[in-house]
């Protein structure tokens, strides 16, 4: 029996000793280090007097795959600790568009930018494949699906998901590997792992297969969305435009007011030396301010 095979038959209440060796045909204390080792690969397996089960809500296929309503996500691996499961993703040579790469923990999760994506067991980490067919809109697309399942928070631009405060909730990640497309989110479920952090407990009580089922509905239809009906719902959930923000891209960095977004997505800043397009960047929010601003109007309506 594989632990693979273990993890497969606990469910989310407990299932007894008897039944396991029973059905395992394996002595306890063989299924006792086997379920040991389930733990130390990452997996939320809870091992007590009356048997093993799985924490409420977590995402193994037994209990994720019930919870789907669409396409994306049926091709599915979950694992317990891995350096990125973007990493994985992108190894993964058959995956078929759709398939997803959830982890429990990441030793090397990545961020935009370069930056380190802390993963402590408790949040949700996952990687999907969206084949080659996706738009120039799919950060906006991924973003509205995002607040739309978590239920709290507003969008910052290009990429961020933050808590009511302002702390960071969640963050989309798009790589691009020739015309392949690797979609990867994080979102802070049960840990905040940075004081600039938040977690989605402190403002809504989910589980992470309920939100995770959620979100992959929620964005198979905003994939095939309108582009004015992506726009028109971005913007009702950003925290973005309207205002001062100071964006730092590779080459410079920019100061104005964050005035709308352009026909790509792009954001569109005043600045004092005119209006700025800026495709990409680390964006740091400041006050709002009326955008009554004679440059506006060459966006997106
Ligand atoms: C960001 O805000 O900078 C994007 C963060 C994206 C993190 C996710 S977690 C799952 C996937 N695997 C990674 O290594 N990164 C993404």
Redesign the pocket.
């Known amino acids: 029996m594989t632990s693979e095979q273990l993890l497969s038959l606990l469910s989310e209440t407990w299932t007894s000793w008897s039944e396991l060796c029973r059905v395992t045909k394996t002595p306890q204390a063989e299924l006792a280090r086997a379920l040991r080792e389930l733990q130390v690969q990452g997996f939320p397996v809870m091992v007590e007097e009356p048997g093993a089960r799985l924490a409420p809500g977590t995402p193994a296929p037994q209990i994720l795959l019930p919870l789907l309503r669409g396409k994306l996500g049926r091709s599915y691996r979950y694992l317990g600790t891995v ?5 994985v993703l992108r190894a993964w040579s058959e995956a078929p568009a759709g398939a997803l790469v959830l ?1 429990e923990r ?1 030793t ?6 370069g ?1 380190v ?1 802390e ?1 402590p067991p408790g949040n ?4 999907l494949f969206l084949g080659e067919d996706v738009d120039d809109l799919l950060p906006l697309r991924v973003g509205v699906a995002l607040v739309e399942a978590t239920q709290v928070g507003y969008l910052k631009w290009p ?2 998901l933050l808590a009511p405060d302002g702390r ?1 909730l ?4 798009v790589e691009r590997v020739g015309t392949r497309v690797f979609l ?3 979102v802070n479920v049960e840990i905040a792992p940075l004081p600039t952090a938040a977690a989605l407990r402190e403002f809504r009580s989910v589980q992470r297969a309920t939100l995770l089922a959620d979100f992959l509905w929620s964005l198979e239809s905003w994939l095939s969305e309108k582009r004015s009906v992506v726009f028109a719902a971005w913007k009702k959930h950003s925290i973005t435009l309207g205002r001062r923000v100071v964006i730092q891209t590779a080459r410079e960095r920019i100061e104005g007011l964050a005035l709308d977004l352009g026909l790509n997505g792009e954001l569109l800043v005043s600045t004092q030396r005119g209006l700025r397009r800026v495709t990409t960047g680390d964006v740091e929010l400041g006050a709002a301010q009326d955008v009554e601003d004679p440059q506006i109007g060459q966006g997106q309506a």
């Open positions: 350096p990125s499961t973007q990493d982890a990441q090397k999760g990545r961020g935009r930018m930056r994506w993963s949700l980490y996952f990687s990429n961020d960071k969640g963050g989309i990640l990867g989110v994080g």
